[in-house]
């Protein structure tokens, strides 16, 4: 038998299934998190903007990844929001490749933006003499174009693959938004090539970034220890703490879902630490970069 138009058929997403108590306590406590994390990253947005001296490359950078958080974020949970108030889990193919475009392009720009603020912080204590030379408005202003552009092209040529899969033996996402991993899971199409292809992109757009964020940090540590005050090493390491918790609280639960073994494997299990990295950790972000940065803080005041 023929495969139906893919295009025309609705999918569903199994979202988490739990008794009527737990999704009034899982829809209050998600739309709490993006109530937070819209107003929190909204804040910093609008602070770097208002305050001229925090017109700097890192508060430049940090202002690109709250908007990224912001678009990341709201790119499925208010989908969730719906799904778990109205338990209407139906979304149409055409909505659920705009969601998968949105999700990739804004995941891989905190990647890039990340790896460019661990490149500034580079040059603020590997070389701090250069670094207003180095770190020059053209320079943030190509890197944060970069970022922007490769991400969403990456995921344009991502969300084209995927444009063209079957659904026949199922239309039931086990997950909480339209995942890549999940879509390739119930497609009947051949996707060996696909994801030899996801491996190479995970290769450049995370593993490379990554290596250059842990590169970046065992100069700044080296830098830092040949600092001879005490005063002097807490200054410089506490300029980087921000930036690296984010870096930590990123790829801490990314790393444990993909190599975590086999014998772990638990879709419930899989789609809490997704929920991780996808709501919690924008959330977070904000307090991050605000609860112990003082020129910030006086700023906001």
Same mark, same amino acid.
């Given at each position: 038998?023929?495969?139906?138009?893919?295009?025309?058929?609705?999918?569903?997403?199994?979202?988490?299934?739990?008794?009527?108590?737990?999704?009034?306590?899982?829809?209050?406590? %998600?739309? /709490?998190?993006?109530?937070?994390? #819209?107003?929190?990253?909204?804040?910093? $947005?609008?602070?770097? =903007? &208002? *305050?001229?001296?925090?017109?700097?490359?890192?508060?430049?950078?940090?202002?690109n990844l709250s908007t990224?958080?912001?678009?990341?974020?709201?790119?499925?949970?208010?989908?969730?929001?719906?799904?778990?108030?109205?338990?209407?889990?139906?979304?149409?193919?055409?909505?659920?490749?705009?969601?998968?475009?949105?999700?990739?392009?804004?995941?891989?720009?905190?990647?890039?933006?990340?790896?460019?603020?661990?490149?500034?912080?580079?040059?603020?204590?590997?070389?701090?003499?250069?670094?207003?030379?180095?770190?020059?408005?053209?320079?943030? %202003?190509? /890197?944060?174009?970069?970022?922007? #552009?490769?991400?969403?092209?990456?995921? $344009?040529?991502?969300? =084209? &693959? *995927?444009?063209?899969?079957?659904?026949?033996?199922?239309?039931?996402?086990?997950?909480?938004?339209?995942?890549?991993?999940?879509?390739?899971?119930?497609?009947?199409?051949?996707?060996?090539?696909?994801?030899?292809?996801?491996?190479?992109?995970?290769?450049?757009?995370?593993?490379?970034?990554?290596?250059?964020?842990?590169?970046?940090?065992?100069?700044?540590?080296?830098?830092?220890?040949?600092?001879?005050?005490?005063?002097?090493r807490f200054k410089a390491?506490?300029?980087?703490?921000?930036?690296?918790?984010?870096?930590?609280?990123?790829?801490?639960?990314?790393?444990?879902?993909?190599?975590?073994?086999?014998?772990?494997?638990?879709?419930?299990?899989?789609?809490?630490?997704?929920?991780?990295?996808?709501?919690?950790?924008?959330?977070?972000?904000?307090?991050?970069?605000?609860?112990?940065?003082?020129?910030?803080?006086?700023?906001?005041?």
């Amino acid at each position: 038998d023929k495969c139906p138009n893919h295009t025309s058929s609705d999918l569903k997403i199994s979202a988490f299934s739990t008794s009527e108590t737990g999704q009034f306590f899982i829809f209050a406590a %998600i739309l /709490l998190i993006y109530l937070i994390t #819209v107003t929190g990253n909204l804040l910093i $947005l609008i602070v770097i =903007c &208002l *305050v001229p001296h925090l017109h700097t490359p890192m508060y430049f950078f940090l202002g690109n990844l709250s908007t990224a958080d912001v678009i990341y974020i709201s790119s499925t949970l208010p989908k969730l929001l719906c799904i778990t108030a109205t338990h209407d889990n139906q979304i149409s193919f055409p909505a659920c490749i705009s969601q998968l475009y949105v999700f990739l392009s804004t995941a891989v720009c905190d990647i890039l933006i990340l790896t460019s603020m661990s490149y500034d912080r580079y040059a603020a204590i590997c070389i701090p003499l250069k670094y207003s030379t180095l770190m020059n408005k053209r320079l943030c %202003i190509s /890197l944060a174009v970069f970022c922007w #552009v490769i991400s969403s092209s990456n995921s $344009l040529m991502y969300t =084209c &693959l *995927v444009s063209t899969l079957s659904f026949c033996s199922s239309h039931t996402l086990e997950h909480f938004f339209c995942d890549l991993q999940a879509l390739y899971t119930i497609t009947t199409s051949d996707t060996r090539s696909r994801e030899i292809f996801m491996i190479i992109e995970n290769i450049v757009f995370a593993f490379v970034p990554f290596s250059l964020t842990i590169t970046s940090y065992v100069f700044i540590i080296s830098a830092i220890m040949k600092i001879r005050s005490t005063e002097g090493r807490f200054k410089a390491f506490s300029s980087c703490t921000s930036h690296l918790t984010t870096v930590i609280l990123f790829y801490g639960p990314i790393i444990f879902l993909y190599f975590k073994p086999k014998s772990m494997d638990s879709k419930e299990q899989d789609m809490i630490l997704s929920l991780i990295y996808v709501a919690v950790v924008p959330m977070l972000n904000p307090f991050v970069y605000t609860l112990r940065n003082k020129e910030f803080l006086g700023a906001l005041r």
